[in-house]
């Protein structure tokens, strides 16, 4: 899903995000299973680095609310999500992906934004 990265996808779960139906679809055809508007775009295009370049990403969770960022760029927020605990899962769709740190760290609070 090159050029995708920070798309949330709803199997199972689901979220709420600013924009939802710009960014989802119309309303009456989101679900969380098979068959319905599961795919909430990311905010921003170009934020990847090309093909076989390293990128960073930081994904922060707290209580009900996910943000994920690429390379400095915020990609999504979500808020009031049902899944606020479980397992930690790193995939790839249909193409090799490689992972050179993975750090996790709790939280108690919103890091500080830089100015």
């Known amino acids: 899903m090159h050029e995708n990265a920070g798309d949330f996808w709803c199997i199972v779960e689901d979220i709420n995000v600013p924009d939802m139906e710009k960014r989802r679809g119309a309303r009456e055809k989101w679900g969380i299973t098979e068959g319905k508007e599961r795919r909430v775009m990311n905010l921003t295009d ?3 680095n090309p093909l076989g370049s390293w990128n960073a990403m930081k994904i922060t969770c707290l209580g009900d609310s996910i943000q994920v960022e690429l390379n400095g760029d915020l990609l999504n927020f979500g808020y009031d999500c049902t899944a606020n605990h479980g397992h930690i899962a790193l995939q790839a769709e ?3 992906v ?3 740190k993975v750090e996790l760290t ?4 919103w890091p500080e934004q830089p100015k």
């Open 46 to 48: 170009g934020s990847e």
């Open 94 to 96: 249909g193409a090799e």
């Open 98 to 100: 490689e992972f050179r």
């Open 106 to 109: 709790p939280i108690s609070r």
